[in-house]
């Protein structure tokens, strides 16, 4: 039987390239995102590929509509056995500036996101005897200026992560995340726009900082994401690598 997978935030950047790579894997997936037509997109790409997909669109945040998503993607395609929790925002600004509105979006998606959509699928995991859940963490996590609320959220996964590995391990389910550096996704180019520079040039300053001397593309986080779902994987649990190029303090 063919395993299903879940991969939110799978519109464009990583989610989307996850959502790929899992489908040449073997899996049925379900690409989740609030951008309906990303989503439908990529699913019809996969689906013209030869594999089995399907987009919809939720928020995350949203208990009703996470719960009614994931009984709906059982319905359609089979018990999901696999949770990619990659949705996310960024509101950054300097703590002075925060407000209280980018401070709650931010965490509400990451964390609160992650959690609504591990609860729901839990389930369906540990009926099956076997499960993967990846959470997308940051490099952020480690503190980054302007980023209170990002980093926050990140640092709060990698704990959540580890938490889920003590708690599912007897039932097959193993949990672990994943920290990007540097990728080139919308959203780093986002920031290069809000910082007054051309990608090209952010990503040439970025990649002399980084060892191996280029950024990160989201393919490379897609193998990792790969590993981790695979049958080889099963005695890896609530670890947190770091994908940067090189090592992390």
């Keep these: 039987m063919t395993k299903v997978a879940i991969v939110t935030g799978a519109a464009r950047g990583i989610g989307a390239a996850v959502a790929r790579r899992l489908a040449s894997d073997g899996f049925a997936v379900a690409l989740l995102d609030l951008d309906e037509a990303g989503v439908q997109e990529g699913a019809a790409a996969i689906t013209a590929d030869g594999g089995k997909a399907i987009g919809l669109s939720v928020d995350v945040s949203d208990t009703e509509q996470v719960e009614a998503t994931v009984a709906k993607i059982a319905d359609e395609l089979g018990p999901p056995v696999v949770l990619v929790n990659n949705a996310g925002i960024t509101r950054d600004n300097l703590l002075f500036k925060m407000t209280d509105a980018d401070w709650d979006s931010v965490i509400g998606v990451h964390l609160r996101g992650s959690f609504l959509m591990s609860r729901a699928a839990q389930k369906y995991m540990t009926e099956q005897k076997w499960g993967r859940i ?3 963490s940051s490099t952020s ?10 980093s926050a959220a990140k640092a709060g996964l ?3 992560t580890k938490t889920l590995a003590i ?3 007897k039932f097959g389910v193993t949990v672990n995340a994943i920290a990007p550096g540097f990728i080139a996704t919308d959203m780093t180019a986002a920031t290069a726009e809000r910082l007054g ?5 952010f990503k040439a300053g970025a990649a002399q900082a980084i060892p191996v001397r280029r950024v ?5 986080i897609a193998h990792l ?15 947190v690598v770091y994908a940067a190029g090189g090592p992390t303090d």
């Design 158 to 160: 990698q704990g959540f």
């Design 197 to 201: 520079v051309s990608f090209e040039d």
């Design 134 to 136: 990846v959470n997308l």
């Design 225 to 239: 994401v790969s590993f981790f779902v695979s049958e080889g994987a099963g005695f890896i649990s609530g670890q």
């Design 216 to 220: 990160g593309e989201p393919e490379d």
């Design 167 to 169: 708690e599912l391990g």
């Design 141 to 150: 996590a480690l503190g980054n200026r302007g980023q209170a609320n990002y």
